[in-house]
């Protein structure tokens, strides 16, 4: 990879480290390496602004093993409480990076304030949930047209929107609506290109992960 990974990945990374010792060399250079599907709330105020996004993201089967590791009795779920040390480092370091969500209205990026919410735990299917409120730092109107990307620039972790429930609009103006927007997945021989030679000849800055990011798209009269 090229530089330095953002500091608001170390608590994936952890994980990883035991993971990358009982896999296959070939398994484990290729890219991506964690794979997050999302939900969405786009939080709307009385005046009709955008308030917060509300994240929920749904870690995959094999991340989730090696997170969860040890942290509770067989048989037992790890609760939140317990999570509640690394919920915390998430909350302030992810922040720093913007919780690797772009959202735009008419184009320009907005800013976030500091979150007010977030927790994480284990669900009974045994995959690890992670819940964040991001408040916008000044509530905005959502003009005719606003965007959202959640993506690692490095493509390190996959971030793919939930297939059935991806994006809820709460208490928005009357006609809004929202979609998502696919890039054209990767066939065959484009997808054993993705290994660790692939990345290191990019040059910096690439951002190879937005080129392969789902958009959420959010219309309003």
Known sequence: MNGIRPKGLAWVIAPLVALAAVLAPGQVLAHPHVWITVRSRIVFDKQGRVEAI??????????????TQGLAPKGQL????????????????????GYF????????PVEYGPVTDYWMEERPD????????????????????????VADPEYFIDFEYDDEDPITLEDAPKGCSSSIGRPKPLEGDDKK???????????????????????AIIACP
């Open 54 to 67: 509300v994240h929920d993201w749904v870690f995959d089967d094999m991340y989730s093993a090696f997170a």
């Open 78 to 97: 790890v609760t939140r409480e317990t999570f509640a040390p690394l919920a915390q480092e998430n909350a302030g370091s992810l922040a720093e990076i």
């Open 101 to 108: 969500t772009t959202f735009k209205i008419d184009g320009k």
């Open 126 to 149: 045994h995959l690890v949930a992670f819940h964040v409120v991001l408040p916008l730092k000044t509530p905005a109107n959502p003009g005719k047209y606003a965007s959202m990307m």
């Open 193 to 215: 290109k993705l290994d660790e030679a692939f990345f290191s000849a990019l040059a910096p800055g690439s951002n190879f992960g937005f080129k392969m990011a789902p958009h």
